[in-house]
């Protein structure tokens, strides 16, 4: 069963588009992450939410919509899509609280805007 | 990636031991933890060490943590060439921020 899964694995779309990527866990956790990975692999947090709201949103465009229907989702709407936006996004889950209150990353998607 | 910072490359030989090492800025960090990222898959976490201690060991991997000088390192005895990945060191704050990732290339 996998932790955290992504979809799509890769989408290939051009400039312009409208595109969503979805995230779900399983693992009971009440917060979620998107981190944007670029071509050099430096990986950067886009957003978190903790139990549906969002509590980190960090100078993303607002082309970038995050929606948590519930907390064991959070999937990526991404308006009017740039050559620049291509990367690999990735979803991940914490549990927040005590403990060391490590990361689970979805396997990643890589979006490709032509 | 600005508060945490890696050398980006490591090339070692089967056999010999990395030593991957890592600075960060803000010695509130509660955890700081070691992630691989093989080829085209997600972030796995390594290991993590609690701010309050000074060295973890586990199995091949030993974390050492000097607070004052804010700095982390990974050491891997016996590199196999399934160790070659990037390996990223990240500090919890409210938040996770991550090195920019050192690449880690194992040659026979």
């Known amino acids: 069963d996998t932790a955290v899964s992504q979809t799509p694995k890769y989408l290939v779309t051009q400039m312009g588009n409208d595109k969503s990527i979805k995230c779900e866990q399983n693992l009971g956790h009440d917060t979620m992450y998107w981190y944007k990975q670029d071509s050099k692999k430096f990986l950067k947090i886009m957003f978190s939410?903790?139990?549906?709201?969002?509590?980190i949103n960090e100078t993303v465009p607002n082309r970038f919509s995050p929606k948590s229907p519930d907390k064991a989702h959070l999937n990526l709407h991404i308006n009017s899509l740039e050559l620049g936006d291509s990367a690999v996004y990735f979803c991940?889950?914490?549990?927040?609280?005590?403990?060391?209150?490590?990361?689970?990353f979805g396997q990643g998607t890589r979006l490709t805007v032509v | 990636g600005e508060d945490v910072e890696q050398s980006l490359f490591l090339s070692v030989r089967e056999g010999d031991s990395s030593v991957i090492n890592c600075t960060y800025t803000?010695?509130?960090?509660?955890?700081l933890y070691w992630y691989k990222q093989e080829p085209g898959a997600g972030l796995q976490l390594l290991t993590y060490?609690?701010?309050?201690?000074d060295m973890k060991q586990d199995q091949r991997l030993t974390v050492l943590l000097n607070k004052k000088d804010k700095h982390l390192s990974l050491r891997i005895a016996d590199t196999q060439t399934g160790d070659s990945a990037i390996y990223f060191c990240a500090e919890r704050l409210l938040k996770l921020s991550f090195g920019a990732g050192t690449t880690v290339t194992v040659r026979a």
């Open positions: 803000d010695s509130s960090s509660t955890y």
């Open positions: 939410y903790n139990n549906k709201e969002l509590i």
């Open positions: 060490i609690f701010s309050n201690m």
């Open positions: 991940a889950s914490s549990q927040e609280g005590q403990g060391s209150t490590e990361a689970f």
